[in-house]
T-cell receptor
Framework: DAKTTQPTSMDCAEGRAANLPCNHSTISGNEYVYWYRQIHSQGPQYIIHGLKNNETNEMASLIITEDRKSSTLILPHATLRDTAVYYCIVKLHTQGGSEKLVFGKGTKLTVNP | DVKVTQSSRYLVKRTGEKVFLECVQDMDHENMFWYRQDPGLGLRLIYFSYDVKMKEKGDIPEGYSVSREKKERFSLILESASTNQTSMYLC????????????FGNGTRLTVT
């Protein structure tokens, strides 16, 4: 699975959009980009995933560049409860194989009042 | 919403005890997983299962076993707990549909004294 690079930490004002970048320059053509977040003392929470088209759901939007070497997770109106560590993961779905999610260190997002 | 429930949030056991960690999911998912999460090491896969009575070793199976007698339930067993098994244990499940994301429980923080 391709390696990802994320900033260690970011701050965002409450009510503003939070844009979390992720670089995955070695991504291969059939690898997906997944985003999870982990709030302190809880299990990781799935947010969104995509292959090459931009994706949106009730939680966030995912923008993937045309060359697929980077992506941005957008939380359109950040709230204090969005304070968490956000993980960008690139993986090949291997049906029948092991799900070796490599979470890395992620980005610690702090939403300030 | 998918619900993955782990039976205990906090557990304290003594060295040498046999420990059972239980996990139940309510989405009829075929796949279930046990991870442990330690500071600086991220999430590491212990065991996983793609069907009832099936089990596969992950990256760090030593000292652990699992049981999946029913589709909704996946148990992690520490045969003889040791202090180096003090950790946060996370259960996850996913559908066998292609690119289905993992959904995690809130974790069990196990302390072995």
């Amino acid at each position: 699975d391709a390696k990802t690079t994320q900033p260690t930490s970011m701050d965002c004002a409450e009510g503003r959009a939070a844009n979390l970048p992720c670089n995955h320059s070695t991504i291969s053509g059939n690898e997906y980009v997944y985003w999870y977040r982990q709030i302190h003392s809880q299990g990781p929470q799935y947010i969104i995933h995509g292959l090459k088209n931009n994706e949106t759901n009730e939680m966030a939007s995912l923008i993937i560049t045309e060359d697929r070497k980077s992506s941005t997770l957008i939380l359109p109106h950040a709230t204090l409860r969005d304070t968490a560590v956000y993980y960008c993961i690139v993986k090949l779905h291997t049906q029948g194989g092991s799900e070796k999610l490599v979470f890395g260190k992620g980005t610690k997002l702090t939403v300030n009042p | 919403d998918v619900k993955v429930t782990q039976s205990s949030r906090y557990l304290v056991k003594r060295t040498g005890e046999k420990v059972f960690l239980e996990c139940v999911q309510d989405m009829d998912h075929e796949n279930m997983f046990w991870y442990r999460q330690d500071p600086g090491l991220g999430l590491r896969l212990i065991y996983f299962s793609y069907d009832v009575k099936m089990k596969e070793k992950g990256d760090i199976p030593e000292g652990y076993s699992v049981s999946r007698e029913k589709k909704e339930r996946f148990s992690l067993i520490l045969e003889s707990a040791s202090t180096n098994q003090t950790s946060m244990y996370l259960c996850a499940s996913s559908s066998s549909w292609r690119n289905s994301p993992l959904h995690f429980g809130n974790g069990t923080r196990l302390t072995v004294t």
